[in-house]
């Protein structure tokens, strides 16, 4: 089983438009307790990011630039200490994620990009959820039975063609434990790395025995 994007992720989004003005933006993020929200254009997609890192250049003591630099800082209507509508305060392009894509790869795109949360898209660019870091670690729930079955029945048996009684199999708080001899250094790896990459593990502990293993 390979858990989605869509299996996760929360499908009641807090959105703004883009024409939000900056007390709108203030009184949504304190009235549902978020710290970020996806900024969407008139037909849904999302255009930008606005978060309380982004407002707070309203409050921050900024020491300015000096010379031309200072004044050209000062007059850019878009700058966002000077921004009142959440299309001038957002961060822009947003970092989003489809809802087909794998947990795995919206926790690397967050932490290549370093975000919270991730809005996520259908094909069209329209919003149709978020998935926060919470969402995406919720995998780490799963049930150790329901580990060991993918890993003895899909895996072992089914994609590697091993038979499961030849190889020992435990599983504790998502932890792997795989004992036992396969003849082939190329399969043992190749099963390891599908074990490792399963929803739910946290570790695998490698006991097999296998040619070249040293």
């Known amino acids: 089983m390979t858990t989605t994007v869509r299996d996760v992720m929360t499908d009641r989004v807090v959105a703004l438009r883009k024409d939000a003005d ?46 031309l630099v200072r004044l050209r800082w000062r007059l850019k209507e878009e700058s966002k200490a000077t921004g009142v509508t959440a299309e001038e305060l957002m961060t822009r392009p947003a970092v989003t994620i489809g809802a087909d894509a ?45 580990i060991w079955d993918e890993v003895v029945k899909e895996a072992i048996a089914g994609e590697f063609g091993l038979d499961p009684d030849s190889i020992e199999v435990t599983v504790t708080s998502g932890v792997v434990t795989i004992a036992g001899l396969i003849d082939r250094c190329g399969t043992a790896l190749n099963l390891l790395a599908r074990i490792r990459h399963t929803d739910g593990v946290v570790s695998v502990r490698d006991r097999l025995s296998y040619p070249d293993r040293d």
């Not at 993020?29 to 707070?56: H, K, M, Q, T």
């Not at 094909?123 to 919720?138: C, F, K, P, W």
């Open 22 to 67: 900056y007390k709108e933006i203030v009184s949504v993020l304190r009235r549902y307790r978020v710290s970020a929200c996806p900024v969407i254009d008139d037909a849904d997609r999302v255009v930008g990011v606005v978060s309380e890192a982004d407002l707070l250049f309203k409050e921050a003591d900024q020491e300015l630039p000096t010379g």
């Open 102 to 146: 794998t947990v795995g790869d919206a926790a690397r795109l967050m932490q290549a990009k370093r975000v919270k949360r991730l809005p996520v898209v259908g094909r069209d660019g329209r919003l149709v959820g978020i998935a926060s870091r919470m969402d995406v670690l919720s995998v780490f729930e799963r049930r150790d039975q329901d």
